[in-house]
């Protein structure tokens, strides 16, 4: 079993800068692929980037290419995601996600075990 634990989420204005980090334990970290995906009120969970066991292959969505990027420190069995100039439609419980694949792809199918989420809001 594997749990993931976010944490980073918070308030800030339109522009700024987050870094949201997932600490993972109950398995070798370097066997799990990482993604990241994120739900509005009302809306489906999205996919949001991931990454592989070594970091060598990564995938964005369309909406944040450019803006964040996706990492991992199988050191400290940790992945984050750096997310710049924020947009107010970027307003969403991010989760974490782990997969025993290679690469977990963009589905949340995907992804066999979860986070309890962590809140980001972008005010305009």
């Known amino acids: 079993q594997v749990q993931l634990a976010e944490s980073g989420g918070g308030l800030v204005q339109a522009g700024g800068s987050l870094r949201l980090s997932c600490a993972a334990s109950?398995?070798?970290?370097?066997?799990?692929?990482m993604g990241w995906f994120r739900q509005a009120p009302g809306k489906e969970r999205e996919f949001v980037a991931a990454?592989?066991?070594?970091?060598?292959?990564?995938g964005y969505a369309d909406s944040v290419k450019g803006r964040f990027t996706i990492s991992r420190d199988n050191a400290k069995k940790t992945a984050y995601l750096q997310m710049n100039n924020l947009k107010p439609e970027d307003t969403a419980v991010y989760y974490c996600?782990?997969?025993?694949?290679?690469?977990?792809?963009?589905?949340?199918?995907?992804?066999?075990?979860w986070g309890q989420g962590t809140q980001v809001t972008v005010s305009s």
């Open positions: 990454i592989s066991w070594s970091g060598a292959s990564t």
């Open positions: 109950g398995r070798t970290f370097s066997t799990l692929s």
């Open positions: 996600a782990a997969s025993p694949r290679y690469y977990g792809g963009k589905y949340p199918e995907g992804f066999d075990y």
